[in-house]
Nanobody, 110 residues
Framework: VQMVESGGGLVQAGGSLRLSCAAS????????MGWYRRAPGKQRELVAAIDSGADIYYADSVKGRFTISRDNAKNMLYLQMNSLKPEDTGVYYC?????WGQGTQVTVSS
């Protein structure tokens, strides 16, 4: 399974972006899928995750602002990001099982 992220870019603080992750194979066999980010000078951290039963986890820093969703029929994972802050800047990666995307850059200007 290959993962390809899209939807990153440059946005002003308070703006929104929607990240998408397209999986080349079936996502039905992958229980937990998630979005990670690596901020400049920091380690990669889990931002949000969703399992096949639609249980969802959010990091405290993004609760109430980000929404994760998945569409197994389309083999897609999404991350809707609202009220973006400069500290949300980083490279965002989608992950499922042992599969990772190449990352998409999100830059939030103040």
């Amino acid at each position: 399974v290959q993962m390809v992220e899209s939807g990153g870019g440059l946005v002003q603080a308070g703006g929104s972006l929607r990240l998408s992750c397209a999986a080349s194979g079936s996502m039905f066999s992958i229980n937990v899928m998630g979005w990670y980010r690596r901020a400049p000078g920091k380690q990669r951290e889990l931002v949000a995750a969703i399992d096949s039963g639609a249980d969802i986890y959010y990091a405290d820093s993004v609760k109430g602002r980000f929404t994760i969703s998945r569409d197994n029929a389309k083999n897609m994972l999404y991350l809707q990001m609202n009220s973006l802050k400069p500290e949300d800047t980083g490279v965002y990666y989608c992950n499922g099982d042992t599969y990772w995307g190449q990352g998409t850059q999100v830059t939030v200007s103040s």
